[in-house]
């Protein structure tokens, strides 16, 4: 089974900043990872999936890069609505289908 | 439109069965694999199950094996999760979500709470 490993678990950052959140394979998953954006009480959104690629009508200030075992989610001009609970998962080497513990995000 | 929705949560006793749904919409349903994601109260995503369109393929969670059932109903547009043995630490927002290009998820439904305990 992959483990994926993010860090920091809680990362507080001032509007108007940018976010970093990393995200560690324990083996290569090539670009086989996705980004999911979590806001309290919500269901979870794709952001970014191929490490790289933002998903239909995710806006321009999330970018996601990375491959092999090492990964990020960038999220540029941080908002008030940004305040959510970020995942990574791979789907390279499965089942299981596997995520990560999540970074928060506060604002 | 792309909708998911769950139905069938709710409380049982350790050792008791439960049978969620997933009604689909605004897709072509039987084009698309399907998979249940489930996350208990307070952490993260787990991956419980996966069932290719025309159903050949399944797969299941270690954690889940031989207790879940995934089945689907294409002329209904539902997917479905039959959940025996219940445990308490099978308790859970459980998630129905559709396959996109990879094996990402580009739609997920609103979940459905499903409480196990004595």
């Known amino acids: 089974e992959i483990v994926m490993t993010q860090s920091p678990v809680t990362l507080s950052v001032s509007p108007g900043e940018r976010a970093t959140l990393s995200c560690r394979a324990s083996q290569s998953v090539g670009t086989s990872v996705a980004w999911y954006q979590q806001r309290p009480g919500q269901a979870p959104r794709l952001l970014i999936y191929?490490?790289?690629t933002r998903a239909t009508g995710i806006p321009p200030r999330f970018s996601g890069s990375g491959s092999g075992t090492e990964f990020s989610l960038t999220i540029s001009g941080l908002q008030s609505e940004d305040l959510a609970v970020y995942y990574c998962?791979?789907?390279?080497?499965?089942?299981?289908?596997?995520f990560g513990g999540g970074t928060k995000v506060e604002i | 439109e792309v909708q998911l929705v769950e139905s069938g949560g709710g409380f049982v006793q350790p050792g008791g069965s439960l049978r969620l749904s997933c009604a689909a919409s605004g897709f072509s349903f039987s084009s698309y694999s399907m998979n249940w994601v489930r996350q208990a109260p307070g952490k993260g995503l787990e991956w419980v199950s996966f069932i290719t369109g025309s159903s050949s393929t399944i797969y299941y969670a270690d954690s889940v094996k031989g207790r879940f059932t995934v089945s689907r109903d294409n002329a209904k547009n539902l997917l479905y999760l039959q959940m025996n043995s219940l445990r308490d630490e099978d308790t859970a927002v459980y998630y129905c979500a559709k396959r996109h290009y990879g094996d990402d998820f580009d739609y997920w439904g609103q979940g459905t709470l499903v409480t196990v305990s004595s």
């Open positions: 191929g490490a790289s």
């Open positions: 998962q791979q789907y390279n080497n499965w089942p299981p289908i596997t």
